[in-house]
């Protein structure tokens, strides 16, 4: 291939001109980093109080809000399983004074929307991730069961009559019971709600039966006896209930479910906001103190890069596609 000199030139000017923008934006990043913040950061949070992204996001609101220098307002925006409050943050200003606290139903929503107002992968960026639990079989103490396998023959001797809750259709919650019903093959209604909280309260008064909840939103229950823990959902036993014995070691080799949490911003933020906000967001993680309170509640504090919690979302998003075609769940 012959390029005429002409061509060199105009090639070369491109890659300057292209230089030149890149070097440009990298200042106005910069720019915008070093006199952030300058005023208090808005926390959206896409679920009503008391579940895990609510629970994580207001234990290390105030440390990180020391080490930044700005209070951190916590808003919950509930609504159609985590994508309202997302919406919020999508179309905030790119300035990190607007970022969102989201759940395994970030990654779950794409596959479950026929039209969701905006793109998981493009038009919002990882922060961190922040924490990661197990999921919790539990039962209403009413029930009368005491382990997996009653549970699943009552729901095999009543096909459909057993419910289970989750805090909306398309959330953790509810993908977690769908695994569940198709590795022990029983049948049952799904009951969604507006958060966990309300999910597991009507399992407590007995109006629904059972549901696989988030460890750390659910360990106060199972620990007062106002729910009855049966199994968790993780490769081996929770260290706040070693009692409990896995779904895996209950007769369903292999059965895993988790649940996260993780802080994002709108796409267009720069690049050095977000990597301020994740300097101090692994510093307050990697805190001794912090990590026994995780613990205290069955999570885990869970830091990353902001490149690690991208890849994270986009490996889960493909995964739930498989699982959400094969269910046939869609919520509309």
């Known amino acids: 291939m012959i390029i005429s000199r002409h061509g060199i030139g105009y090639a070369a000017g491109t890659l300057a001109l292209a230089v030149w923008v890149d070097a ?5 990043s910069d ?6 913040p300058a005023r208090p950061i808005r926390v959206v949070i896409g679920f009503t109080p008391g579940g895990q992204p609510d629970i994580v996001t207001r234990l290390i609101a105030p440390k990180l809000g020391e080490l930044l220098g700005q209070p951190l307002v916590v808003d919950n925006r509930p609504g159609a399983g985590g994508t309202v409050g997302t919406k919020i ?4 200003q790119p300035d990190g004074y607007t970022i969102l606290t989201a759940s395994s139903s970030h990654a779950v929503a794409p596959a479950i929307y026929a039209k969701l107002p905006y793109d998981s992968l493009k ?65 049952a209604t799904h009951v969604p709600y507006k958060g966990v909280p309300e999910a597991m309260n009507d399992v407590v008064g007995g109006r629904v039966q059972f549901t696989l ?7 106060g229950l199972v620990r007062e006896g106002r729910l009855r823990g049966l199994a968790v959902a993780s490769p081996k036993r929770a260290g706040v209930h070693p009692d409990i014995p896995t779904i895996a070691e209950s007769g369903y080799p292999g059965f895993r479910w988790d649940s996260w949490s993780g802080l994002f911003a709108p796409a267009k933020t720069p690049r050095a906001v977000i990597n301020r906000l994740n300097r101090d967001v692994v510093r307050v993680l990697t805190e ?41 769940i869609q919520a509309r």
């Open 89 to 92: 943050v999508v179309d905030a």
């Open 123 to 187: 038009d919002i960026v990882g922060i961190s991730m922040t924490s990661a639990a197990s999921y919790v079989l539990v039962a209403a103490p009413a029930l009368g069961i005491k382990s997996v396998q009653e549970l699943v023959a009552m729901a095999k001797a009543k096909p459909g009559q057993l419910n289970y809750s989750s805090a909306g259709t398309g959330s953790g919650m509810h993908f977690a019971v769908e695994v569940f019903k198709q590795a022990t093959q029983i049948d």
């Open 288 to 328: 001794p103190e912090m990590q026994q309170r995780f613990a205290t509640m069955g999570m885990e504090t869970a830091p990353t890069t902001p490149e690690q919690i991208d890849k994270f979302v986009a490996d889960q998003l493909a995964l739930v596609m498989q699982l959400a075609k094969k269910a046939g």
């Open 213 to 219: 909840a988030p460890l750390g939103a659910s360990i």
């Open 24 to 28: 440009a934006h990298a200042q106005r």
């Open 31 to 36: 720019d915008a980093a070093r006199g952030f």
